[in-house]
């Protein structure tokens, strides 16, 4: 028969024993409500993080490929507009020098070459190299979202450290837009260090700042959807759209504006160097 087992308060001596037996009940106290309160906030707190974090990342993604392909459409499609509508406005002033009394010609050259004007501000100048397509690395997405769990500054409710995230947040969304990583990772750094990450202790005041995260995670997110609805009805986002499910039947719409506006160019050069008498 097996040695009975020896009870370690047997051994032990009286004061021993009584602080054991006192520290039991204190380590299986149940939870306050507060603190019920507050742990049941924090796994709110942390879901909603997790998918404000996913949404600024699809949000990003959005904005950076709008951008993207906006400059692949300057760079090809508007800057050829701008050069067709000035090459209008030559031939509209051409013909209100020829008739310098005729005042609905004088009106047609001034609007022409405002039209052209404005064409070719908004083309900017051709870009020396052709912009990419926006692509970005997983990485570079679980980077963006480890700045937006913890930077975003609708997470906090401290003017000051409110102040300092919208700042940050707006050098990420430029950092991921360029896919700087190394941006990304010191910015997140940076601040995870700095005095406005230090939190107050307490449950009671704990307990009020999530809560207060929690209805500005909410906020934000509807925010972002009203924006990226925006972003989705817009005319850029359309033609994108145009053109991303053509590519895919294997038709190229930007060559083939090209193309057309590059003919329409042609005509136009034509036109400004027929003499006056062979075009009566």
């Known amino acids: 028969m097996a040695p009975k087992a020896a009870d370690p308060l ?107 004007d404005e064409t070719k501000s908004a083309a900017g100048e051709k870009a020396a190299h052709e912009p990419r397509a926006f692509e970005s690395a997983p990485e570079m997405k679980r980077l963006y979202r480890d700045v937006a769990k913890r930077i975003h500054p609708d997470l906090t409710s401290d003017r000051n450290d409110r102040a300092k995230r919208q700042q940050l947040m707006a050098e990420a969304n430029q950092a991921y837009e360029r896919g700087d990583q190394e941006r990304l990772v010191k910015i997140l750094t940076e601040y995870e260090h700095s005095p406005e990450a230090v939190e107050g202790e307490g449950p009671g005041a704990e307990l009020v700042r999530v809560i207060r995260r929690v209805s500005q995670a909410r906020s934000r997110l509807a925010e972002i959807e009203a924006e990226m609805q925006e972003l989705l009805r817009s005319d850029l986002y359309q033609l994108k759209l145009r053109v991303d499910e053509a590519e895919k039947s294997g038709r190229a719409i930007l060559k083939e504006m090209i193309a057309k506006v590059d003919e329409q160019i042609a005509l136009a050069k034509q036109h400004l160097e027929i003499p006056a008498e062979q075009r009566h």
């Open 10 to 116: 047997a051994t032990a001596s009286p004061g021993q024993a009584a602080n054991e037996h006192s520290a039991k009940p204190s380590a299986q106290r149940p939870a306050k409500p507060e603190e019920q309160e507050l742990a049941r906030k924090r796994d709110e707190q942390a879901a909603l993080e997790a998918e404000l974090a996913e949404r600024e990342l699809r949000s990003a993604n959005l904005r950076a490929e709008l951008g993207a392909f906006e400059r692949q459409y300057l760079h090809f499609v508007g800057s050829r507009y701008a050069e067709l509508d000035g090459w209008k406005a030559r031939l509209a002033e051409r013909l209100a020098r020829e008739q310098p009394h005729n005042e609905r010609a004088q009106e047609a050259a001034r609007e022409a070459r405002a039209r052209a």
